[in-house]
């Protein structure tokens, strides 16, 4: 599996930072149906020993490490993390990750 990080998000990762990429699942249970859904963040080198207790798997990138949760997820051979603008909200967001 390849990591590839968009010129935009390395910017944005540069001037925040920031050098790693944590991907997170977050989850609400209803009564009737359960919701599941990916969120990734930019997260520091604190946050990563954290995450490492909590049995994130550390994989190194050229760019710095990405933490995957303890979950089963679906991972393509290739992973793009993109940086998305909606007016003034920044968020990250991949091609290649599956619930």
């Given at each position: 599996m390849e990591f590839f990080y968009t010129p935009q998000l390395l910017e944005?990762?540069?001037?925040?930072?920031?050098?790693?990429?944590?991907?997170?699942?977050?989850?609400?249970?209803?009564?009737?149906?359960?919701?599941?859904?990916?969120?990734?963040?930019?997260?520091?080198?604190?946050?990563?020993e954290f995450l490492k207790k909590k049995r994130y798997r550390a994989v190194g990138t050229e760019h710095g490490l990405v933490m995957l949760p303890p979950y089963h997820l679906e991972y393509d051979e290739t992973v793009t993390f993109r940086l998305k603008k909606v007016l003034f909200f920044t968020s990250v967001t991949t091609d290649g990750i599956r619930l």
């Open positions: 944005y990762m540069r001037r925040k930072g920031k050098r790693h990429i944590s991907v997170e699942v977050a989850t609400a249970d209803h009564s009737d149906f359960d919701v599941a859904e990916l969120y990734y963040r930019l997260i520091d080198d604190k946050t990563v």
